[in-house]
């Protein structure tokens, strides 16, 4: 019973290559297949007074495959921030002009669209109260500079889940 239906399988295979052969088989194209869109790269929001460090670690960000939007301070961070522009994370020094890293995360924790937005400290004073202060307002994490590029990649991608 199955050796005849293995017979008539094998007899319209030999038939379609035959018909391929001889050109009469009508051929079937696809259309080529798009390449898949690049994933959007995260995007940083960096809140760093001062102008050689903040366009550095613009520049670090872009080479570890992130996007970048540079702040001059804390204030410009939250106007940026509370007028709609949609970030991955918030990096921002501690102590700046207008307001300071601390207040920048107290505030925007007061916000509910804000409550879950990965926020890390940085701060050349190294030491672990400023580490507390950062995570009692409610950052995620905290970096002493100066940092390495190995150190800035590894806690982004902690507090982004990569």
Same mark, same amino acid.
């Given at each position: 019973?199955? $050796? %005849?239906?293995?017979? *008539?399988?094998?007899? !319209?295979?030999?038939?379609?290559?035959? /018909? !391929?052969?001889?050109?009469?088989?009508?051929?079937?194209?696809?259309?080529?297949?798009?390449?898949?869109?690049?994933?959007?790269?995260?995007?940083?929001?960096?809140?760093?007074?001062?102008?050689?460090?903040? /366009?550095?670690? $613009?520049?670090?960000?872009? *080479?570890? $495959?992130?996007?970048?939007?540079?702040?001059?301070? %804390?204030?410009?961070?939250?106007?940026?921030?509370? $007028?709609?522009?949609?970030?991955?994370?918030?990096?921002?020094?501690?102590?700046?002009?207008?307001?300071? %890293?601390?207040?920048?995360?107290?505030?925007?924790?007061?916000?509910?669209?804000?409550?879950?937005?990965?926020?890390?400290?940085?701060?050349?004073?190294?030491?672990?109260?400023?580490? /507390?202060?950062?995570?009692?307002?409610?950052?995620?994490?905290?970096?002493?500079?100066?940092?390495?590029?190995?150190?800035?990649?590894?806690?982004?991608?902690?507090?982004?889940?990569?």
């Amino acid at each position: 019973m199955n $050796g %005849g239906r293995q017979a *008539a399988v094998s007899d !319209l295979r030999e038939q379609s290559l035959e /018909r !391929l052969r001889s050109g009469t088989m009508p051929r079937v194209t696809t259309p080529p297949v798009p390449p898949a869109a690049p994933l959007p790269r995260p995007i940083i929001l960096v809140a760093e007074d001062e102008e050689s460090v903040r /366009r550095m670690i $613009g520049l670090v960000l872009r *080479a570890a $495959g992130y996007d970048s939007v540079l702040c001059v301070d %804390g204030q410009d961070a939250a106007e940026q921030l509370e $007028g709609g522009l949609v970030v991955d994370a918030v990096l921002m020094d501690l102590r700046m002009p207008r307001l300071g %890293g601390l207040e920048l995360v107290a505030r925007l924790r007061a916000l509910p669209a804000f409550r879950d937005l990965p926020m890390i400290a940085m701060s050349a004073y190294n030491d672990d109260v400023q580490a /507390r202060e950062a995570q009692a307002v409610g950052a995620n994490a905290f970096l002493a500079k100066p940092f390495t590029v190995a150190e800035l990649s590894h806690t982004l991608g902690g507090v982004l889940g990569r």
